[in-house]
């Protein structure tokens, strides 16, 4: 994928939440922060039960955007209007 996700990072401590897609899964923040170049990332571990256990998402300071999933999806978007989405399946 495009971006520059992680590299040269400041990292927080981990956390836990509640998803806020409605679907009420839970989750522990494993690492989030921003890199360098003023690129975001976070890091979510939503167990053993997930299709995709280890998602996580990161923003870039040109606009762009970045989403694994933990339902095994992903979804990317450029920042100019262009997008991609995967169902994982």
Known sequence: MAGN????NSSSN???GSDSSGNGQSYTT???GTNSQ???YCSRD???N???????H????????YYSNSNGSNYYNDGQGGSRYNSGK
């Open 5 to 8: 996700s992680s590299s040269g």
């Open 14 to 16: 981990a956390s836990s």
């Open 30 to 32: 494993t690492s989030s």
């Open 38 to 40: 003023g690129n975001h």
């Open 46 to 48: 939503y167990g053993s």
């Open 50 to 56: 997930a299709s995709n256990s280890n998602s996580y």
């Open 58 to 65: 990161y923003s870039n300071t040109n606009g762009s955007y």
